[in-house]
């Protein structure tokens, strides 16, 4: 017999060890599928701009990902960049917020970063776990509220604490628009930004690029723009290695954000 599905009382909670569990293996079926890649299926179109690219495989793995949301999690709400957003009768409170894959042209191009990104928020917009799978990089980043944050590796684990601030050299990440007219006053603005900064890094994957603030590869993240399945996962990960994170939302204005990235160790997607 097929058991009913649970109402809100038997609704499984928001325990974010739990939940780091459920988005393990989402962003792990997620990441399987783009492990798949190959250059003759990837069916690439172009979406709203001359660099924004969906492939096959981008929408093959959300189902992927949904897929395990809805066996193990039937009654949380689930959004995402490709499918239309699930909102199931007597939600638990949970949203899941998925991107199957970040860094689309990276793939498209064979450029090894890109990743699955799957996080879960509460009704109170309090981000509660978060995994960014990248299967061509062969690691996988997470973090659950309270509970840090971790990079596994080749058979290995490790706890994130994001950059050494007194490193000599330090690398800034950033990223570009697709709209030409936003992108112009992004170059305008780089030089004062990156002051300060011993060079600086586009990779791709604002997903990955938080994780690499988290992971002391990068000492600063800024971007302008993202969506929030872009960075839902990242940031959080970055927040659980201690580096501090200012979403789009933060109180202040957008130049008092952009402004914080200049201290070592900040992220900031505005």
Known sequence: MTPPLPDRAAVPGDDPLELLDVA????????????????????????????????????AAERAVREVLARRRPQDAVTGEELDASVPDNASGIRWSIDPL??????????????????????????????????????VYSAARG??????EHGSVRRLTGPDPERVGKLLGTGFSYDGGVRDEQYAALAELAAGYADVRRLGSAALDLCMVADGTLDAYLERGLNEYDYAAGALIAEEAGVPVRRPGTPGSDAERLQAVTAAGAAVVA
């Open 24 to 59: 393990r293996e989402a962003a792990a079926a997620g990441a399987a599928v783009l492990a798949r890649r190959t250059a003759d299926g990837l069916n690439a179109v172009n979406k709203s701009a001359a660099g924004d690219w969906v492939t096959e495989f981008d929408t």
């Open 102 to 139: 970040d860094g689309t042209t990276n793939f498209i191009r064979n450029i090894v970063y890109y990743a699955t990104s799957v996080a879960a928020v509460n009704d109170d917009g309090v981000w509660l776990a978060g995994v960014v799978h990248a299967p061509a990089l062969v690691r």
């Open 147 to 152: 509970h840090g944050a971790w990079l596994a």
